[in-house]
């Protein structure tokens, strides 16, 4: 993936949910409690992204320094995240069951996630001699255009 040259911004402008999920290895050397954890989001993104009805825009892996693996996602909006996160017959629910299993409360695997809806025009997104990433992998990118100080206009709301 190359860089490509120049500011850019995401060519989305609608709605959106931001979704931060991500588990904390606080015992390293009981990697039968965290390898399941982190080997179970995988097979969640492959159905996701055979499924362009299930809402689910794409994601970013992220490492949060040694312990802390983190995953950004962008969603349509939240009744289709919830909906996924409670279907039955979805990769998710039997993970998260597992994790509640084998896990539990033992402390051994943290588990977190944060999800923020934002309303059109209230996110801006610049990138700056990157590659394709975060929003504007998923959405494509478009030229920045006006002043670079001029954050609160680009957001077309108050702030």
Same mark, same amino acid.
């Given at each position: 993936?190359?860089?490509?040259?120049?500011?850019?911004?995401?060519?989305?402008?609608? !709605?959106?949910?931001?979704? $931060?999920?991500?588990?904390?290895?606080?015992?390293? @050397?009981? $990697?039968?409690?965290?390898? %399941?954890?982190?080997?179970?989001? !995988?097979?969640?993104?492959?159905?996701?992204?055979? /499924?362009? /009805?299930?809402? #689910?825009? =794409?994601?970013?892996?992220?490492?949060?320094?040694?312990?802390?693996?983190?995953?950004?996602? #962008?969603?349509? /909006?939240? /009744?289709?995240?919830?909906?996924?996160?409670?279907?039955? *017959?979805?990769? @998710?629910?039997?993970?998260?069951?597992?994790?509640? &299993?084998?896990?539990?409360?033992?402390?051994?695997?943290?588990?977190? @996630?944060?999800?923020?809806?934002?309303?059109?025009?209230? #996110?801006?997104?610049? #990138?700056?001699?990157? %590659? @394709?990433?975060?929003? =504007? &992998?998923?959405?494509?990118?478009? *030229?920045?255009?006006?002043?670079?100080?001029?954050?609160?206009?680009?957001? &077309?709301?108050?702030?």
């Amino acid at each position: 993936m190359g860089v490509i040259t120049g500011r850019k911004t995401a060519a989305f402008s609608g !709605p959106l949910v931001v979704f $931060v999920i991500g588990m904390r290895i606080n015992h390293f @050397h009981k $990697v039968g409690k965290w390898l %399941p954890v982190l080997k179970a989001m !995988p097979p969640m993104l492959e159905e996701l992204a055979k /499924d362009p /009805d299930s809402g #689910y825009l =794409g994601s970013e892996n992220m490492l949060a320094g040694l312990r802390q693996v983190c995953l950004l996602q #962008y969603w349509r /909006d939240f /009744d289709s995240l919830e909906a996924y996160a409670r279907s039955r *017959d979805r990769q @998710h629910w039997p993970a998260w069951v597992a994790f509640n &299993k084998a896990v539990g409360s033992d402390g051994t695997v943290g588990i977190f @996630h944060e999800t923020y809806a934002i309303d059109a025009g209230r #996110y801006e997104t610049i #990138y700056g001699n990157m %590659p @394709h990433w975060g929003l =504007g &992998k998923v959405a494509g990118l478009t *030229d920045a255009t006006g002043s670079r100080n001029e954050a609160r206009s680009r957001m &077309k709301a108050s702030v």
